[in-house]
C-alpha cells in the first residue's frame, strides 16, 4: 500500500514560485496514477492536476494550465508539483492523492490514498 506525505509548502509573495513534493512509500508507486488537489478555506475541495503512472499523461485544471507543472520520478518515489506566477487565489491546502486508475484521481472521488496536506499561502 502507498502512503504520501507533502513538502515544500510555505507563504511566498504572489508572482513568486513553489515546488510541491509528495513522497510516496511502498512498492508499487510506480503504478499509481498521482494528483494533486487543493481546498481553500470554506471552499470544497478541488482538482488541480494529475499524471498518469508512467508521467505520458498529464491534464490541469484551467485555473492553473501554463502556471503549473505536474511531474514524477519514479525511481524515487516522488510526484511533484512546480507552481509559478502564483496568485492569492492560489492559497489552499495542497493535497497529495494516488489511485491505480488515472479516471478516479481526475474525478476526485474514491481516491485509494490521500495525503495530509502542505499549507501554501501566496500574498498580495
Known amino acids: 500500500q502507498v502512503q504520501l506525505v507533502e513538502s515544500g509548502g510555505g507563504l511566498v509573495q504572489a508572482g513568486g514560485s513553489l515546488r510541491l513534493s509528495c513522497a510516496a512509500s511502498?512498492?508499487?508507486?510506480?503504478?499509481?496514477?498521482m494528483g494533486w488537489f487543493r481546498q481553500a478555506p470554506g471552499k470544497e475541495r478541488e482538482f488541480v492536476a494529475a499524471?498518469?503512472?508512467?508521467?505520458?499523461?498529464?491534464t490541469y485544471a484551467d485555473s492553473v494550465k501554463r502556471r503549473f507543472t505536474i511531474s514524477r520520478t519514479n525511481a524515487k518515489n516522488t510526484v511533484y508539483l512546480q507552481m509559478n506566477s502564483l496568485k492569492p487565489e492560489d492559497t489552499a491546502v495542497y493535497y497529495c492523492?494516488?489511485?491505480?486508475?488515472?479516471?478516479?484521481?481526475?474525478?476526485?472521488?474514491?481516491?485509494?490514498?490521500w495525503g495530509k496536506g502542505t499549507q501554501v499561502t501566496i500574498s498580495s
Open positions: 492523492a494516488a489511485d491505480i486508475n488515472l479516471r478516479t484521481v481526475l474525478g476526485g472521488t474514491g481516491v485509494d490514498r
Open positions: 511502498g512498492r508499487t508507486f510506480s503504478t499509481y496514477a
Open positions: 499524471i498518469s503512472w508512467a508521467g505520458t499523461s498529464k
